[in-house]
């Protein structure tokens, strides 16, 4: 799991962000946001979280290998193939792209709510 921490300061209102990014698999990421700071009278600590979870399926790779055949010395041809299947991960620019997305997600929507300006 990796988690980062960041203070903000706008316009005078004090925040933390809180990141937990955790890619328990290959077919899943989670993605986790919670942004703390006081309320505009200041008597109250404001929180909200904005959790997101992905789980998919990768299609596995088929490789199709033809293979040619003969009779009676080449006077009857025909091709059949084999078909294989291989398994695809995700690479780390892969799951990185999907951190972004869903820290992009939840920004915009802490943005929305008027938690961050």
């Known amino acids: 799991m990796i988690a980062e ?7 005078g209102v004090n925040y933390v962000l809180q990141q937990f990014k955790y890619n328990p698999t290959q077919t899943s990421t ?14 109250f600590v404001e929180c ?9 399926e990768i ?15 080449g006077f ?12 695809k991960i995700l690479g780390e620019k892969t799951i990185q792209a999907l951190n972004n997305f869903f820290e992009m997600q939840a920004l915009e929507e802490f943005k ?6």
């Open 5 to 11: 921490m960041q203070t903000i300061n706008d316009d």
């Open 30 to 43: 989670r993605y986790c946001m919670i942004a703390i700071g006081k309320s505009d009278s200041g008597n």
């Open 48 to 56: 909200v979280l904005a959790v997101y979870t992905a789980e998919f």
């Open 59 to 73: 299609a596995p790779g088929v490789e199709i290998t033809p293979q040619k055949h003969s009779l009676l010395y």
């Open 76 to 87: 009857t041809n025909w091709t059949t193939s084999d078909t294989s299947h291989m398994k």
């Open 112 to 117: 929305k709510e008027g938690v961050i300006g």
